[in-house]
């Protein structure tokens, strides 16, 4: 890497429209999962104007009413203000969920069937998931990424404790760190832009932001009299949330991740049940990293697990610590490889996934959360006794 760079990670706020439709896809899941952990389940969303349209795949035995769950998480993220076009209880809701395929069924289930090699539970698609965890933040997360959920969250809990009157729930923020020999030093500026009512001074939104947000998450030690604050730079952001932008379920990967620091297989994560390995992989993946991580084997470490739809072992493992390891990278693969098992059974059961836990994933990022089971570094002792 070069020896000076500044790189930059984006988060968004609960009531981004992207990010509202993550929710409901969430909350439907979590909702099957609730009453019949052996739901499968495939929920996009589409969310515009007054309109939220439901699609996918569900098959479970719960009984469901969808338009409550629907209302519940757009009132949970505040679109309740009396000149919302998108509000709680008024939009219009279309549902166009099915069952799932019965031969995408009888791949995952674990049973044999004609043309399926093995009676084990199978990989819900075929892909690419990539795990990463690096030591530059106590969450073993990129600094550029916490940052910006830290702003993003804070901004939320104001708003939703009524601190200020004018804030409303869409919002993105945005970090950009200086490194210097690959460790962070300070941060060049922020970017906030957050949604607000129509009477409210774009002077008072900056200084409130900068004094409230900014400085009370980022450490003084991080800024100094160089760091640049864009507030709302447009100027104005009234018009915000589905009313002004369409959103889309699993639009938001980056920001669902590592922030552009650690790549990404394509997969989305919301609204997916965890027999699907776009999530539940992603998962694993990111378990494994931080352990090697945790360890000491490594500063950083990515992890690459690949699968064939239907097939229960992944078709590769790679891991990369990206020339920070203590012993050989192809040493701590193969005690990768002893410690943890990819089948996306075994994933299921090591991080106890049939659970309605799916909610507490949706925003300001699916890593780095202390009390997500994949944030354990409980494999510590295990990956240190294999790597010997």
């Not at 939220?52 to 719960?62: D, F, H, L, N, Q």
């Not at 990539?130 to 969250?153: D, S, V």
């Not at 990819?342 to 994933?361: S, W």
């Amino acid at each position: 890497m070069a020896q000076s760079f500044v790189f930059s990670s984006e988060s968004v706020g609960e009531g981004h429209p992207d990010k509202v439709a993550d929710l409901i896809s969430d909350s439907v899941l979590d909702a099957c999962l609730a009453q019949d952990k052996e739901s499968r389940v495939a929920c996009e969303t589409l969310v515009k104007s007054n309109q939220v349209v439901v699609a996918g795949e569900i098959t479970t035995r719960a009984t469901l009413n969808y338009e409550q769950i629907i209302r519940d998480a757009i009132r949970d993220i505040g679109y309740v203000n009396d000149d919302d076009v998108f509000h709680a209880d008024k939009v219009f809701i279309h549902n166009c969920l099915t069952r799932q395929s019965p031969d995408i069924a009888q791949g995952v289930d674990a049973r044999a069937a004609e043309g399926k090699d093995t009676a084990e539970q199978g990989a819900g698609d075929q892909g690419l998931m990539f795990g990463y965890a690096c030591n530059e933040t106590p969450e073993m997360m990129p600094t550029a990424i916490m940052f910006a959920h830290r702003l993003g969250r804070e901004l939320t809990e104001l708003r939703k404790a009524g601190v200020v009157g004018w804030l409303r729930p869409d919002a993105k923020s945005q970090v950009s760190i200086r490194y210097e020999n690959d460790k962070p030093v300070r941060v060049e500026n922020v970017v906030i832009s957050t949604q607000h009512a129509a009477h409210a001074k774009h002077a008072d939104i900056r200084d409130f932001l900068v004094e409230h947000v900014v400085r009370k998450v980022i450490p003084a030690s991080m800024m100094d009299s160089d760091t640049r604050f864009y507030i709302n730079p447009t100027g104005r952001f009234v018009v915000g949330g589905p009313e002004g932008d369409c959103g889309l379920t699993g639009r938001k990967i980056i920001v669902d991740t590592y922030g552009g620091w650690g790549r990404h297989g394509g997969g989305a994560f919301s609204g997916k049940d965890p027999s699907k390995v776009d999530r539940s992989a992603a998962y694993m993946g990111r378990w494994v990293a931080k352990n090697v991580v945790a360890s000491g084997l490594s500063e950083i470490c990515e992890l690459q697990v690949a699968y064939a739809i239907g097939y229960p072992e992944p078709v590769s493992v790679w891991v990369d610590t990206m020339g920070t390891g203590k012993v050989p990278d192809d040493v701590i693969s193969e005690a990768v490889r002893k410690v943890f098992s990819f089948k996306p059974a075994a994933i299921v059961r090591q991080l106890d996934l049939l659970r309605p836990i799916y909610r507490q994933t949706t925003n300001y990022g699916h890593f780095g959360k202390s009390d997500m089971p994949w944030e354990q570094t409980n494999m510590v002792d295990a990956l240190l006794k294999a790597a010997k």
